[in-house]
């Protein structure tokens, strides 16, 4: 890993002096962080070659290059102009004004009362919204309030909630949710349907939290065969031994089939992901399990990542499954997107819920620092970007479509059919013990019951397929 570290430095030092040649002794100043901004971009971004501005011979001298930083406005402002059609192809790359709170949220610990939410319309109206709790954290504020997935609110602070006013709302580290109830007046009509204020009420407060991903297991006997069933709701690799010890009870409990939920899993580490992939199987082991892909000056640093047999050199808990259930929502991003594309190659998958997000990129943090990485950070500034680096694609080089992984079983998940994850009842769960069980392939009647794409409760891996700092452009070998 040293040896690789060093090439990577070489080339990012070597792309960064022959990109223009100064034409006299003098030097040059242009904006610090604007530098930091094209000089890391023109490096790794997976799109270079379609931005003309990050050309590698863009400039012909230090002046010229000084003088389009130092008209180039913001960071923020630079890094938007060099994104390939952020509409379309890539809506993931970021910038990181604070990289020192980044870290944190990525390693799972933020400002959190414990609550995920949708946000719909409210029937009727294009303004006034409603929200859900689709997710109670364990161990969080809100779990010991006891609140529950399921419960509608439509206020806060007594202000009724619009699409306009949720961010200022639910931002604020205290807040009071104001109760509601959802009334389908006894018809399949939607347009009917009515949100009914109640005076139930109740103040959270935010607090430093950290979130263990392996949200929730069960066994469930389905006709006297034990079905596995797993909440997982981030790739972080801080808690791989907690994903495989809960493979461990699936496997001490002779797991025959396997319900992975990853309907509120945004995405995450390369590495869990492919971890998690090598839990569920087990008899792949060497065999190539995905690839990624980068930019045309880095494709000495393509890699091949196979399935593995252990964890730090502990024995994986692994089922060895020929197949597996996949729960799914349109927040279905990135590293679940990943095993799903992944896994088809080798075993059948089930995809039971909505399309995911379709996203087939990876992206890596990189620092204003001699390699881009972590070390010897410019202490003058907090910024930090997370570009896009590289296309994930499985064995066969297929990449996740941008319009998402269809459903084998479509069910959309809307606030007329939320149950208890895990309970044998819940749309999505039923539907994969109806196939479990031979009873067809079915869901329920298509609704265009969407939530509002929001900002709240964003987590900073939100649909992103991140390499971990440690394997930055990591390859198969080096001569």
């Not at 004004?97 to 390693?107: H, M, N, S, T, V």
Request: proline letters at 4%.
């Amino acid at each position: 890993m040293r040896l690789l570290k060093v090439c990577l430095l070489l080339f990012i030092a070597l792309t960064f002096t022959n990109c223009f040649e100064d034409q006299d002794d003098n030097a040059v100043t242009a904006s610090e962080i604007n530098d930091f901004v094209w000089k890391g971009m023109n490096a790794v971004y997976l799109y270079k070659d379609d931005v003309p501005d990050l050309a590698n011979d863009r400039f012909s001298s230090n002046e010229e290059y000084a003088n389009y930083l130092n008209s180039s406005g913001t960071p923020e402002a630079l890094f938007e102009s060099l994104i390939f059609e952020r509409q379309t192809v890539d809506r993931f790359s970021v910038i990181i004004p604070d990289y020192i709170a980044f870290e944190q949220q990525l390693g799972g610990t933020s400002l959190n009362n414990g609550l995920e939410f949708n946000f719909y319309f409210k029937p009727g109206s294009t303004t006034e919204v409603f929200g859900i709790i689709r997710l109670v954290l364990n161990n969080s504020v809100a779990d010991n309030l006891g609140l529950q997935r399921g419960q509608i609110f439509d206020a806060v602070d007594g202000t009724p909630l619009t699409e306009s006013n949720l961010g200022s709302l639910l931002n604020q580290t205290t807040y009071t949710l104001n109760f509601a109830t959802y009334n389908d007046n006894g018809t399949e009509d939607v347009n009917d349907d009515t949100i009914e204020s109640s005076s139930d009420s109740i103040e959270l407060t935010k607090q430093v939290y950290t979130e263990n991903p392996v949200h929730q297991t069960e066994i469930i006997d389905v006709d006297g065969q034990n079905v596995g069933y797993l909440v997982y709701n981030a790739f972080n690799s801080n808690f791989n031994q907690q994903l495989n010890a809960a493979f461990s009870e699936f496997q001490t409990n002779n797991v025959e089939e396997l319900v992975l939920d990853l309907r509120y899993n945004p995405g995450g580490s390369v590495n869990t992901a492919i971890l998690l992939g090598s839990l569920i199987t087990g008899q792949f082991t060497g065999d190539i399990y995905s690839k990624l892909i980068y930019n045309s000056d880095l494709q000495d640093f393509n890699t091949e990542f196979p399935f593995v047999d252990n964890l730090d050199g502990a024995a994986l808990n692994s089922l060895n499954l020929d197949k597996v259930y996949v729960l799914t929502t349109s927040r279905s991003a990135s590293a679940s997107e990943l095993v799903i594309n992944s896994l088809g190659e080798y075993i059948e998958v089930v995809q039971i819920g909505d399309a995911t997000t379709g996203k087939t990129q990876a992206s890596i943090t990189i620092y204003d620092s001699p390699d881009l990485s972590p070390n010897e950070i410019n202490p003058r500034h907090t910024y930090a970007m997370q570009p896009l680096v590289a296309n994930s694609i499985n064995v066969n080089d297929v990449a996740v479509p941008f319009s998402g992984l269809p459903a084998d079983i479509p069910l959309i998940e809307t606030p007329r059919n939320f149950g208890t994850l895990g309970d044998v009842n819940e749309p999505l769960l039923a539907a994969a013990i109806a196939d479990i069980q031979g009873l067809g392939r079915f869901g329920l009647p298509s609704i265009d019951y969407r939530p509002i794409k929001t900002d709240i409760n964003i987590k900073p891996i939100e649909e992103r397929l991140i390499l971990d700092s440690d394997q930055l452009f990591q390859r198969k070998d080096f001569e």
